[in-house]
């Protein structure tokens, strides 16, 4: 379920390295477009274009945005006497950088008929074609850029998974994606807790391989011992809860997830159906009963925080999850962690639109840390930071707990 076809090689962000071959270079950029589309392969015509959530953007729109990105930040500096293959696709898939020009807005991009399916792909073609002209002898000041390029498509890839999923998951047919694809390559089985000692603790990013710019600069802090589960919560584990009134008892949430349950009236985890007395769940690979043993997912931090309060536990800190992170299975489920997303200490802000890829969103939203089953192969590490309003769930995310 996981990844690329090929073992993509980590770059350095410094341009001051050794650049790497040109035929790696070409390698891993088609190997990585060519992922976007198989992604995709699977959907008509009609599902490309659907938007039917604001925080969802059509899958037509994911694969045209992340061609723009080649196009504005590489070929239309480094590429000499480019020409745009249009005009004003840098208007129309630019997602949010104020610095580089206007923008459709986001609730808006459902409403794009044309450019047609079709003509992305034209487009994506066509940036491939001048890309790999250019990647015969790439500038070596263009690596860091490119190598953001890489990684934002492979983002891309995992929203593309998501976004699929809610497209397809809230039409009355339920029409399965890949019948064949598994959500949960395996369930965790080891329910114990782990103690991690008190200490000093490196976070974030060190060395020289790839990491964005939030997760610098590396801070050591200090944490008190505390004990965290090896396994996630599981489907049957959250069952309980919700038997036990755990939607209906405000004395569980933080008042604004008590404001959100009530006001959208949610009563369990999405993409979840009770029918003929069973709890079923719309997955990839169609509707399906509810497994009690995997992990349960597409909840929010609200619900995590919830479920944690009527276990007597809570949420690790993100600072608590990397600490263990080396001694803990993790990779099925973006995991809730009870910490805002902030600057670090010593964080310093990208020059130009770069500088508006993370910092711009460092307010109100909560972190998760890890990966999960669609994460593409060899873009996760244990210093990512994933962030997410509290109140959203179509990410494939889930629950650890800590002892209190």
């Not at 090929?6 to 035929?23: E, G, I, M, V």
């Not at 459709?104 to 890309?131: C, K, W």
């Not at 060190?206 to 589960?229: M, P, Q, W």
């Not at 049957?236 to 939607?247: D, H, L, R, T």
């Amino acid at each position: 379920m996981r990844g690329l076809t090929a073992d993509l090689q980590r770059f350095t962000r410094k341009a001051t390295r050794k650049a790497p071959s040109k035929a790696t270079l070409t390698e891993r950029y088609s190997t990585i477009r060519r992922y976007s589309e198989y992604v995709c392969e699977p959907l008509a015509t009609e599902d490309y274009v659907v938007q039917p959530s604001a925080d969802v953007s059509p899958p037509k729109w994911h694969l045209a945005h992340t061609t723009w990105f080649f196009e504005e930040f590489i070929l239309a500096r480094y590429y000499k006497n480019y020409t745009r293959f249009h005009p004003q696709y840098s208007f129309l898939f630019n997602s949010y950088y104020e610095s580089v020009g206007t923008h459709v807005l986001r609730a808006d991009r459902g409403n794009l008929s044309r450019p047609t399916v079709e003509e992305i792909f034209q487009y994506r073609g066509y940036v491939d074609e001048h890309m790999h002209w250019l990647l015969r002898d790439f500038p070596a000041e263009a690596l860091p850029i490119l190598e953001i390029g890489f990684n934002h498509e492979q983002q891309h890839q995992e929203l593309l998974y998501t976004d699929i999923k809610f497209i397809l998951g809230h039409n009355p047919l339920f029409p399965a994606y890949r019948k064949e694809i598994k959500e949960t390559p395996h369930n965790e089985t080891d329910h114990d807790f782990i103690s991690i000692s008190d200490g000093r603790y490196t976070i974030g990013h060190r060395g020289s391989g790839f990491s964005y710019d939030n997760e610098r600069a590396a801070h050591t802090v200090l944490l008190k011992a505390f004990s965290i589960r090896k396994s996630l919560v599981t489907n049957g584990e959250y069952m309980q809860f919700m038997q036990a009134g755990g939607y209906q008892r405000p004395e569980y949430w933080l008042s604004d997830g008590w404001a959100w349950v009530k006001e959208e009236h949610i009563t369990s985890p999405m993409y979840w159906h009770f029918t003929d007395g069973t709890w079923c769940r719309y997955a990839l690979s169609g509707l399906e009963r509810v497994n009690p043993e995997e992990p349960v997912t597409h909840v929010s931090f609200y619900e995590a925080a919830a479920f944690a309060t009527w276990k007597g536990m809570r949420l690790p800190t993100e600072e608590e999850w990397e600490a263990a992170a080396p001694q803990l299975p993790w990779g099925l489920r973006w995991e809730h962690t009870n910490s805002a997303y902030l600057p670090y200490p010593g964080y310093e802000k990208p020059d130009g639109a770069l500088g508006e890829y993370n910092e711009k969103f460092m307010i109100n939203t909560m972190v998760l840390r890890g990966a999960s089953a669609v994460t593409p192969e060899n873009h996760s590490r244990k210093t990512y930071r994933n962030f997410f309003y509290p109140h959203l769930r179509w990410q494939f995310n889930g629950i650890r707990l800590c002892k209190k």
